[in-house]
């Protein structure tokens, strides 16, 4: 058999490499052969032309870390029509180059469901891969669908229940051929067939020890791992196959000839695209530069080009830095997660990822387009997954645009730019003004304009009116934070706090009165639960009738976990007193109603008093209570602070704060503060006017 150049010198390089392993001194950087002095330029050209376009359009790889979208001048714009819609999918016609084209590939549903606590159904997974494709990703790694019956339920069911479009993006993951067979008798690669997609990515190991010492296997039998597997689906079933170097950055710091040689044998196979894997997160930014641009450069050669990818971990909090590292040395693909979830502490985050190669690097991705979508696309995701989403996350987070300082709240009423660095509305997120003890003036005006709709000159509430309530406003916000209040998650509190410190405003309905009470046969809540469940199987033996059986149910749950606490409230609302509503009076109610506990008691009580004059009401939840004691040294007489979360369908959420001696009273407050909130802002009540209430 003939053997090529690149062979030939493969083979050279595998016995150099095995002779050197026990005394080599090669630099971690410095790789077998001489790195180009240029980061490679996808293009299909002739060498000639190809040059001159290099030269044209990319510093010397040696200059400094810093880039400029200046350095990629209008040449561009000839090699994106060279390079085509989609390089990959063609095979061979050309190959992305960062940080000006990347593709964005998205590993939530395969790496980043190995998560902790996290965990898709198959119907979840269907609408994720659908909400992704929408959003514009490139690719959609789907799962391993020789690992586990979920994936291949869903491989199997995407052809049915996904669009074309959908299933275009799909990818399935697998690992090459085990050692010491035939890749055609490989079960694991036969599956990845059977998923019917057009695009698999295979894991390999790139580390010499990896491969010698965990995965027990000869140096060259890893090669021809590698080389079977890839060749059997790219030149016998037609497929784009994409190469997960795993441990790569680690194993090319060790043994750089022997990382290669695992390169040159998936691309002489016929792979798409190598990916360079940081798979324990421990690598740094300047060393994922210097290897990335190494590995370009090696594979700059125009007659055969393959796009470079980076997928990151995130153990050492450098998972999104990495990857855009990676965009600047030459990387065209990048692997990230939704949120950044993903095993241990998660995968790069293309919620990160993506907005700053859209708006900082001016990559063109795909998904720019739909980059308004980012947050909404994050928090679905999080709602579907079940998790909390991250307060703090950059770009999505509720957090990423809160401005607290009343230094900085002033100096964004003059710019936006001064304290933000892009408009929030880029990526679908809002700006937020916290109110707190460090609040100034500004922040409390801020809100003000927004409840009143004073931005034009014509508002009825002049500016010094406006400015004299807010520092009135903001002394009372200073002074209850200094009693334990806390408004920053409560912006609902703060929003009523201004209301009810505005001329003319009435609320709703006010509590007149109430009180509460507890009950119980036992102070033993175990004791309780086991005699209720004894009760039950004693009337279960005494009475087999269905009539017997819903009094058991009735009895057991009485006595097991409700009615315990009884309460009254006493609430005044608006009423007519006559069909065209034009008679205003006001009504008192006396309401009483059980409860768990006294909390749940007065929500009852309070929602049945309220609920026959204000029926949208019935439609608000309450999704959270948060007891916290401010001063435990005070023991049973300290203060609490409770606060609460509401919820109107499924995307509408206000928070409302109390503070008391007496938790029952901070919780009524909180309470009766969501709910007038609801009314206020969400849904169509009647104002009481100023003369109303006697």
């Given at each position: ?17 095995v ?8 630099s971690?950087?410095q790789?077998?052969?001489?790195r180009?002095?240029?980061i ?35 040449d ?13 999918a ?27 606590s ?11 891969a659908a909400?992704?494709a ?5 690719y ?6 020789g690992?586990n019956?979920?994936d ?19 990818v399935a ?18 599956a ?5 997609v057009p ?12 491969v ?6 000869a140096l060259?039998?890893?090669l021809?791992m ?6 059997y ?13 795993e ?12 990382a ?14 190598l990916?360079?894997c ?14 990335s641009k ?7 050669d125009?007659?055969n080009?393959?796009t ?8 050492c ?10 965009c600047h ?12 979830i ?44 079940n ?21 900085h709240?002033?100096a964004m ?27 100034g ?9 927004t ?11 002049s ?20 009693q334990?209040?806390t408004?920053e998650?409560?912006?609902?509190s ?5 209301l ?6 009435c ?6 009165d ?8 036992s102070l033993?809540s175990?004791s ?20 017997g ?5 009735s ?32 009504r008192d ?7 768990s ?12 008093a ?19 004691i401010l ?5 049973t007489?300290a203060?609490?602070r ?13 928070t409302?704060?109390?503070v008391?001696?007496?938790v029952?009273s901070a919780?009524l ?15 169509s ?8 209430y006697d």
């Amino acid at each position: 058999m003939t053997m090529t150049a690149t062979t030939r010198k493969g083979a050279m390089m595998l016995a150099m490499f095995v002779i050197a392993t026990t005394m080599t001194t090669t630099s971690a950087f410095q790789p077998m052969h001489k790195r180009a002095s240029l980061i490679p330029l996808a293009s299909s050209s002739s060498k000639t032309s190809g040059n001159e376009h290099k030269e044209a359009t990319f510093r010397a790889a040696d200059d400094g870390d810093e880039w400029i979208e200046d350095s990629f001048n209008e040449d561009a714009a000839a090699l994106d029509a060279k390079i085509g819609d989609h390089p990959l999918a063609s095979k061979g016609e050309g190959a992305f180059v960062g940080p000006t084209n990347v593709l964005i590939y998205d590993t939530t549903l395969r790496d980043g469901t190995q998560g902790e606590s996290v965990s898709a159904s198959c119907e979840d997974k269907l609408k994720i891969a659908a909400r992704l494709a929408e959003f514009g990703v490139d690719y959609i790694e789907a799962g391993w669908p020789g690992s586990n019956p979920k994936d291949a339920e869903f491989f199997a069911r995407a052809p049915t229940e996904l669009s074309p479009t959908v299933q275009s993006k799909l990818v399935a993951f697998g690992s090459t051929r085990r050692k010491n067979i035939q890749a055609k008798d490989d079960k694991q690669l036969q599956a990845l067939l059977d998923a019917n997609v057009p695009t698999i990515c295979l894991v390999a190991k790139s580390h010499a020890w990896q491969v010698t010492d965990i995965l027990r296997c000869a140096l060259d039998e890893n090669l021809k791992m590698i080389s079977d597997s890839v060749s059997y689906l790219v030149q016998q079933h037609d497929k784009t196959v994409l190469v997960d170097l795993e441990h790569f950055f680690d194993g090319y710091k060790e043994s750089p000839d022997y990382a290669l040689l695992c390169c040159e044998a998936a691309v002489e196979a016929g792979a798409s695209s190598l990916v360079l894997c940081d798979t324990n997160g421990g690598s740094m930014p300047w060393e994922v530069a210097e290897i990335s641009k190494t590995i370009v450069a090696h594979f700059q050669d125009a007659t055969n080009p393959v796009t470079i990818g980076i997928h990151t971990h995130n153990d050492c909090g450098m998972a999104v830095a990495n990857s855009l590292q990676g965009c600047h040395s030459g990387v065209g693909l990048v692997q990230g997660t939704i949120n950044g979830i993903g095993e241990r502490t998660g995968n790069a985050d293309l919620c990160s990822i993506i907005p700053s190669l859209a708006l900082h690097v001016n990559s063109k991705i795909t998904c720019r387009d739909h980059l308004s979508k980012l947050t909404q696309l994050s928090r679905w995701l999080d709602e579907t997954l079940n998790r909390t989403p991250n307060q703090a996350a950059p770009y999505v987070g509720a957090s990423a645009f809160a401005h607290k300082g009343g230094l900085h709240v002033a100096a964004m009423e003059r710019s936006s730019k001064s304290y933000q660095h892009i408009e929030p509305e880029d990526v679908g997120n809002e700006k937020r003004v916290l109110i707190s003890e460090l609040s100034g003036r500004q922040n409390i005006l801020g809100m003000l304009k927004t409840i009143f709709n004073t931005e034009n000159e014509s508002s009825a509430i002049s500016d010094i009116e406006q400015s004299d309530r807010a520092v009135a406003i903001l002394q009372r916000v200073k002074e209850l934070e200094h009693q334990g209040y806390t408004f920053e998650g409560a912006e609902a509190s703060v929003h009523l706090m201004i209301l009810h410190a505005s001329k003319g405003y009435c609320p709703p309905f006010s509590v007149l009165d109430y009180s509460a009470q507890v009950y119980d046969q036992s102070l033993d809540s175990a004791s309780r639960v086991l005699a209720a469940q004894q009760r039950a199987l004693e009337l279960q033996g005494n009475d087999g009738s269905k009539a017997g059986e819903k009094s058991v149910s009735s009895e057991s749950s009485s006595s097991s976990s409700s009615s315990t606490s009884r309460a009254t409230v006493k609430v005044r609302t608006v009423a007519f007193d006559n069909d065209d509503d034009t008679d205003l009076y006001y009504r008192d109610t006396l309401e009483v109603s059980d409860g768990s506990g006294p909390v749940d008691a007065l929500a009852n009580a309070l929602m049945r008093a309220l609920v026959p004059t204000y029926p949208q009401l019935k439609d608000v939840e309450l999704v959270d209570y948060k007891v916290r004691i401010l001063d435990p040294t005070a023991a049973t007489g300290a203060a609490t602070r409770v606060m609460i979360e509401f919820r109107l369908g499924k995307t509408t959420s206000w928070t409302t704060v109390s503070v008391d001696r007496n938790v029952i009273s901070a919780s009524l407050n909180a309470l009766v503060d969501g709910l007038e909130y609801a009314l206020v802002e969400h849904t169509s009540c009647c104002m009481l006017c100023d003369d109303a209430y006697d």
